[in-house]
């Protein structure tokens, strides 16, 4: 135990985690020794210390240490699971949500931050400091700290069995999905599936050793398939165990998530009436942009009405398609990506596949740099210095025009066994400018894309090129932030509902003709992305844009039903609500097995419970956000210094709406939403 003290790197990291030298074997012990200890320290401190700023930031420096010995530790169990880190994890994970529930009921700490509203010096304070104190001040009243001893152990019970139930519904999905294959010998079964997804499963077979195919349910494997196959019964095959993952009907019930569900949905019940609101999602909203559940709905419901005509009409164009083009009778749901591709490069003659061509990843790296260098005047270089968790690992230093270092990220770019699926950016620095700490925000941006071959680059479909683009976004927002304390830095902070503001906001870059001509080179001619291919990428953009609308408001309006209608009497079974909602949303059918609730980790697993319909509020703010830069110029350098300052540096130190204002001079507005997805309003 000692020596996983004195030599463990998780402690005392400066500026990097040292990926060199962590192992799993270090994990436990440091997050022990540093909860301890900073349990210790803090009630040292408010025993002794003035109610200060200074006092202020040497919690922040406590409170600092300890995440920054977590935060490897949760991206290294993401990107690198395995037994042993899954353990290490594990161990770790009560011990940390049973600190944080302990801190954020901390009486002490709360009356330290009132004490310091309630100061002289408060009037004093800037505008971040002032929110900083006011917003921790909601927090812990959020967190019940003004609860009885009794009820703030039922709290923090309730708050750890969620966050364990968390975990396991994560790991169900993990190994439902992994526990399923198919190996396939005759590649006449595949015909129709690109190559670059043929190469996977070539791959994949490979590390498994057999000869042939190896086809899984990891994104990169079931996309292809379902989207290209010709072979319709593989593709219903994989339709079917995609889509009961995690349910009663895969896996002998092994992974099954409706029991997981049921105990989540009354935990979070229980620990909203426990802190005074009727409903989970009245907890939620509290501290988002958006004021109610009824505000949400309606919000929600007005986009179904605006978008239903469209989605109707365009999945009737799908199945005359399928019928009259494809031979299709009785059009199936495990037909309808590959009726919609079909029909896609028909009336456009534009695949994701034949883009995939035009992007090699280098390329598309240079040209990300190249705009958002340009926008936001800082640049980038490659820095081979630090230490990485595996060999397909980039790391990058960024500076601003008078060549200062303000911020470092590392790149984690391709799919392998082991590592969560989806994309994502996480924060693994925070920027903090105080008297004790001095650092600049590193972050973490994985993708999960098809990885290079042993002779050729990895190439990105234009999908892909967006989602890379998206997650940038967040990393800029968490990099470029000029607020010095982590509280209020970077996305800490930062109303849900609005955090993808700054990541589908750049996801806009990704249609505009210059930023793409720059990232792209055909395969074999090395040619930019040809004008009739970028008009008809245009064209495409908004292919079916309202059936995607209609999606997303039914994970939405499912995710926000099921956190504002629960009965505590009389659970409803979640299928039910999810179908239900189908009734009057969707347009397309789903079958009677479907069971997509069972495997949906954003509000079961991540934070997007009751606040699934951020993506769609952020869309509104985003769009509208760029509309300024189309009406003043994609390339304006004044646009863009406004952005970065109003909205990317800001981090929470005002509200989304204050900022939002102070970039577009009023509130947002919903039409551009609507006309950059093409549907008429
Ligand atoms: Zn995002």
Not at 533 to 558: C, G, I, P, V, W
Request: glycine share 4%; aromatic share 12%; proline share 4%.
């Amino acid at each position: 135990m000692t020596n996983n003290i004195e030599n463990n790197p998780l402690l005392n990291i400066n500026q990097f985690p040292d990926y060199d030298t962590i192992a799993p074997e270090h994990a436990l012990p440091a997050i022990e020794y540093l909860c301890d200890k900073a349990k210790t320290d803090i009630n040292e401190l408010l025993a002794n210390a003035p109610i200060t700023w200074e006092t202020y930031e040497q919690l922040e420096a406590i409170d600092d240490t300890l995440g920054k010995a977590w935060s490897p530790i949760s991206h290294l169990h993401s990107v690198m699971n395995n037994d042993e880190w899954r353990n290490a994890y594990q161990a770790c994970q009560p011990i940390i949500s049973q600190y944080g529930a302990e801190m954020s009921q901390h009486s002490g700490l709360y009356n330290f931050y009132c004490g310091l509203r309630d100061s002289d010096a408060f009037a004093t304070y800037t505008d971040t400091q002032k929110k900083l104190v006011t917003d921790a001040i909601r927090d812990f009243e959020l967190s019940g700290v003004s609860l009885s001893d009794e009820k703030k152990a039922e709290y923090q019970r309730l708050v750890q069995s969620a966050s364990e139930l968390y975990t396991t519904f994560s790991n169900n999905v993990l190994d439902a999905t992994q526990s399923f294959h198919l190996h396939i010998t005759d590649e006449q079964e595949l015909a129709g599936i690109p190559d670059s997804a043929l190469a996977l499963y070539r791959q994949l077979a490979e590390q498994n050793e057999v000869e042939g195919f190896w086809l899984t349910l990891d994104f990169p494997s079931y996309v292809p398939a379902l989207t290209y196959a010709d072979n319709r019964e593989l593709r219903e095959k994989l339709y079917y165990a995609y889509n009961t993952r995690a349910s009663e009907l895969s896996d002998d019930g092994a992974f099954d998530n409706t029991d997981i569900i049921e105990a989540i949905l009354a935990v979070r019940s229980d620990l909203a009436a426990l802190l005074g609101f009727e409903q989970y999602a009245d907890l939620s909203l509290a501290n988002k942009m958006a004021e109610s559940s009824v505000q949400v709905i309606n919000f929600l419901t007005d986009l179904v009405k605006k978008s239903k005509a469209q989605g109707e009409k365009e999945y009737a164009e799908l199945l005359a398609y399928g019928k009259e083009k494809l031979g299709l009778s009785d059009i199936q749901p495990w037909d309808i990506a590959y009726i919609s591709e079909k029909l896609k490069q028909a009336e456009y003659a534009i695949s994701q596949e034949q883009l995939r061509e035009y992007f090699p990843v280098p390329k598309v790296i240079d040209g990300l740099f190249d705009i958002v260098g340009r926008l936001f005047k800082i640049t980038f270089s490659e820095n081979s210095a630090l230490s990485k968790w595996h060999k397909d690992v980039q790391s990058f230093t960024v500076k601003n025009t008078d060549g200062e270092e303000i911020t470092y990220f590392y790149m984690d770019l391709y799919a392998r066994q082991g590592k969560n699926g989806g994309a994502w950016m996480n924060g693994a620095i925070d920027k903090i400018d105080s008297r004790l700490v001095q650092q600049k925000p590193v972050a973490y941006l994985t993708c999960n894309f098809i990885p290079p071959t042993d002779n050729l680059p990895a190439y990105l479909s234009h999908d892909e090129v967006v989602t890379l683009f998206h997650e940038f976004g967040h990393g800029l927002h968490h990099m470029l932030t000029t607020v010095t304390h982590s509280p209020l830095s970077g996305i800490n902070g930062v109303e849900w509902d609005a955090v993808e503001l700054p990541s589908q906001f750049m996801e806009n870059f990704c249609f505009e003709k210059a930023v793409l001509q720059k990232m792209s080179a055909h395969k074999e001619t090395g040619e930019a992305l040809p004008d009739d291919l970028f008009d008809k990428l245009t064209a495409a953009k908004n292919y079916h844009s309202a059936l995607m609308m209609l999606r997303q408001l039914e994970f939405s309006l499912f995710d926000i039903k099921i956190h504002s209608e629960y009965d505590t009497d009389n659970p409803q079974d979640v299928i039910t609500t999810w179908k239900n909602v189908r009734k009057d949303v969707a347009v397309t059918p789903s079958p009677e097995y479907a069971r997509f609730p069972m495997s949906f980790s954003h509000i079961f697993a991540g934070g997007y419970a009751a606040g699934y319909f951020s993506y769609k509020w952020a869309e509104v703010l985003s769009a509208d956000a760029f509309s300024r830069f189309e009406e003043e110029g994609v390339y304006n350098e004044n646009v863009g210094k406004a952005f970065k300052q109003e909205i990317l540096q800001r981090g929470s130190s005002r509200t989304a709406m204050e900022n939002f204002i102070a970039f577009r001079g009023r509130e947002p507005e919903i039409t551009a939403l609507l006309r950059h997805n093409g549907i008429a309003c």
